[in-house]
């Protein structure tokens, strides 16, 4: 991010001196202004969802829904460790329902768990793929960026959006049970393993 | 979409009647969440002003018009808007730098645009693959190429999916 900054700083600020260097200025003031404008906007979006998804978590609903999800997570990770399953749980769970704080300490234990699992690549992988697609049952800041801009139906991405990240995370975990079958050796509980997850 | 608007007025509703039952402190439990958010702003809020101030600049000196007249082919080929080109390749290095361009599409467009639920959609999907691959491979001593590949694979052929979704639903 540091190399794209300054590289897109540098050719954008030496083409506006050449251009209209009266410009780079009132430019800069301008990002910042609406900088400003919409850090507000953000953290009236923070207020209310991260105190609504306190109350969830306080009233054990992360838990519950934690423990709904454990024989697909089984299957998806081709392993019965339940510490490792556990973690990986709460990971999607909370990044389901929009926790990013929630799901980044599960999911670095789930990685660290996953690694002594049976194909401990492949579980990493596909740990990694279905987090990559940012499955999210409401888009809260898409939302609300949406709203203030004045949004006469902000809900109607709720739909593509969900739609899209699923296609992301099936494309995701399809080419890493593909991918990750060609590597792994050829062992009989490895063919049956993949065998099962096929069939799910 | 009136099931979409009816659904967050529900889920506060059904969540905080069921934490009620659970004995959960509504009150007290909510204000204790609501404190993180401005620490969490505090944190983010460099990294938005830093892009923005980048974007504008990126927008004043021309660079981004000869991006998307550069771009446009390819994303018309997919059916992705050329306009909403930074974003998408913004999108797997920054978490708050796409949140700020999208901002910046939503007001330069009109929130109903096109263009602008397109970018939303686009924000929506998928995640920071090169940050979160920096994040969860940091404990492990070679950082494996394959899993940031298919992250990368996949999250751009939601993102078509995506667009196409936004053209039809």
């Avoid at chain 1, 506006?16 to 400003?36: S, Y």
């Avoid at chain 1, 704080?101 to 279905?130: H, I, Q």
């Avoid at chain 1, 609300?144 to 995701?172: F, N, T």
Wanted: charged share 15%; net charge positive; aromatic share 8%.
């Amino acid at each position: 991010m540091n190399a794209i900054f300054l590289a897109l700083f540098a050719l954008s600020a030496g083409l506006l001196l050449v251009r209209d260097p009266a410009a780079f200025l009132p430019a800069l003031l301008e990002g910042a202004g609406k900088a400003v404008s919409l850090g507000l906007t953000l953290a009236a979006v923070y207020v209310v969802w991260l105190g609504f998804l306190r109350v969830a978590e306080d009233a054990g609903l992360v838990r519950g829904l934690a423990r709904g999800v454990r024989p697909l997570t089984s299957r998806l990770f081709a392993t019965r460790n339940a510490a490792a399953l556990d973690a990986a749980a709460v990971n999607l769970t909370a990044n389901f329902l929009g926790m990013g704080s929630a799901a980044t300490p599960a999911g670095l234990s789930a990685m660290k768990l996953l690694g002594s699992t049976e194909r401990p690549d492949y579980a990493r992988a596909m740990l990694f793929a279905v987090n990559c697609a940012g499955v999210q049952l409401l888009p809260t800041t898409a939302l609300a960026v949406r709203m203030e801009a004045g949004s006469a139906q902000p809900y109607d991405i709720v739909l593509p959006a969900l739609l899209a990240s699923l296609s992301a995370l099936l494309m995701g975990a399809c080419l890493t049970l593909l991918l990750y079958r060609v590597h792994a050796p050829r062992t009989a509980r490895g063919r049956k393993r993949t065998d099962k997850a096929d069939r799910a | 979409m009136k099931w979409a608007a009816m659904l967050v007025p529900l889920l506060f509703l059904g969540v905080f009647l069921f934490a009620a039952l659970r004995r959960v402190k509504v009150y007290d439990s909510f204000a204790e969440g609501a404190a993180g958010a401005l620490p969490l702003l505090k944190n983010l809020f460099p990294y938005i002003a830093a892009v923005l101030v980048l974007a504008e600049l990126f927008e004043a000196s021309g660079l981004s018009a000869c991006l998307q007249t550069a771009l446009s082919p390819a994303f018309a080929a997919v059916g992705i808007p050329p306009e909403i080109a930074p974003l998408v390749l913004i999108k797997p290095f920054s978490g708050s730098g796409s949140t700020a361009l999208l901002a910046d599409l939503c007001a330069r467009y009109g929130a109903d645009s096109t263009i602008a639920r397109c970018a939303c959609v686009v924000y929506a999907t998928g995640d920071t693959v090169f940050y979160l691959s920096a994040v969860w491979y940091a404990g492990a001593p070679k950082r494996p190429a394959l899993p940031v590949v298919i992250a990368l694979v996949s999250n751009l052929f939601a993102f078509c999916v995506g667009c196409l979704l936004c053209r039809i639903l």
